[in-house]
């Protein structure tokens, strides 16, 4: 048996590209600049397609499988500052819903989880201000920033028949953020 014929899960978490824009774009009226959306936006939004073409195209002959992305809160919010970059996790967000409408009916099972504000290096600046720490921690219904492993539960059910008949779904992890 080939490899590929075993795959039935594909499980993406990439962020990133923000960091380079502010060093690239380091003036307000050149947040937009092309080079760095255009980074920002392969680096997050197509290689999310990219890796779904090739999962699906071993899922859907098999009429089975699982695909589960991490999009953002910024796929519903614009962000300061990271305009690619929110633009990027919108797109996937809409890449999910839209995959959903074509496979689940073929058995592949398209979902992202959206990460509210999250103890990772990503975020270390944010942390490391104490007015912006205070700000996003007070509006946290649960009244702290979330850690990795508090993904395990909901990737772990995304992944699994328990959620056979969830399909396009945008899970959001965030502590209640967005209830506010």
Not at 53 to 60: D, I
Not at 74 to 91: C, E, M, N
């Given at each position: 048996m080939r490899l590929s014929r075993l795959v039935s899960l594909l499980l993406r978490n990439y962020g990133g590209g923000n960091s380079e824009s502010k060093q690239t774009c380091q003036l307000s009226h050149e947040l937009l600049c092309m080079d760095l959306t255009l980074h920002v936006l392969t680096t997050n939004l197509k290689s999310a397609f990219l890796l779904?073409?090739?999962?699906?195209?071993?899922?859907?002959?098999?009429?089975?499988?699982?695909?589960?992305?991490?999009?953002?809160?910024?796929?519903?919010?614009?962000?300061?500052?990271?305009?690619?970059?929110?633009?990027?996790?919108?797109?996937i967000a809409q890449m999910v819903k839209a995959l959903a409408n074509e496979w689940s009916k073929e058995g592949v099972r398209v979902n992202a989880v959206v990460p509210g504000y999250i103890k990772t290096d990503m975020n270390e600046k944010l942390l490391a201000d104490p007015t912006r720490l205070r700000q996003i921690s007070e509006r946290i219904p649960a009244g702290r920033w979330g850690e990795p492993e508090d993904f395990a539960g909901p990737v772990v059910f995304l992944a699994s028949l328990a959620s056979q008949y969830v399909c396009g779904e945008l899970l959001v992890v965030d502590g209640g953020w967005m209830g506010r």
């Open positions: 779904s073409q090739a999962a699906g195209a071993h899922m859907l002959p098999r009429r089975r499988g699982a695909i589960v992305h991490f999009a953002s809160l910024l796929s519903f919010q614009g962000g300061l500052t990271v305009p690619a970059y929110a633009a990027a996790k919108g797109g």
